[in-house]
């Protein structure tokens, strides 16, 4: 490892950083005010994607295996000490989103975030029709049908189940139904 070129490494992931948690921001600032915008009341519960988390482990192993051979390299370079670094800032990254769209359960409605893509699904109480567990390895896959055949599915841990499950039911009405693999 060749320490005089770290430095360097580190100001390029640092810019690359910048412009990471800038496009951050902004995003979530754009995700705030639609948010808002749905008038689905207040917070009441929120889940962390229990899929997302198992990715965001698997990343960071990827990040460290990158790592071990970027800096253990015999042709040490700037841009082979920056990597590890810029995957580490964007693996930050992605665990910020993770944590900024947790599913929502909030006073009026369900609010379904997606971490990779932009904008929320608002499912009303009102309009669920069924609810459906299906319990998996890791974690329990939850698909809520509406009156208008529209379905959503998000993943939560197994822990989160039951709370879930009892806010749901005491919000809509709705039994949930539940399968095991």
């Given at each position: 490892m060749d320490f005089t070129l770290l430095p360097y490494g580190a100001y390029v992931a640092f810019a690359f950083s910048c412009i990471l948690f800038g496009g951050l921001a902004y995003r979530q600032i754009l995700d705030g005010l639609d948010l808002r915008a749905t008038k689905s009341g207040e917070d009441l519960e929120s889940y962390i994607s229990a899929s997302g988390v198992f990715y965001a482990m698997v990343a960071s192993l990827i990040v460290v295996l990158i790592g071990y051979f970027a800096y253990t390299s015999s042709k040490p370079s700037i841009w082979l000490y920056a990597l590890p670094l810029i995957g580490l800032a964007q693996l930050v990254q992605l665990c910020m989103r993770l944590y900024f769209q947790r599913l929502r359960v909030r006073t009026h409605a369900i609010v379904v975030r997606y971490v990779l893509r932009s904008g929320a699904r608002v499912i009303p109480y009102?309009?669920?029709?069924?609810?459906?567990?299906?319990?998996?390895?890791?974690?329990?896959?939850?698909?809520?049908?509406?009156?208008?055949?529209?379905?959503?599915?998000?993943?939560?841990?197994?822990?989160?189940?039951?709370?879930?499950?009892?806010?749901?039911?005491?919000?809509?009405?709705?039994?949930?139904s539940t399968q095991t693999e």
């Open positions: 009102d309009n669920i029709r069924d609810v459906e567990f299906d319990r998996r390895t890791l974690w329990t896959q939850v698909t809520i049908a509406t009156m208008h055949d529209e379905q959503a599915t998000f993943r939560i841990f197994r822990a989160s189940e039951h709370s879930f499950r009892r806010r749901v039911y005491t919000l809509s009405g709705i039994v949930a």
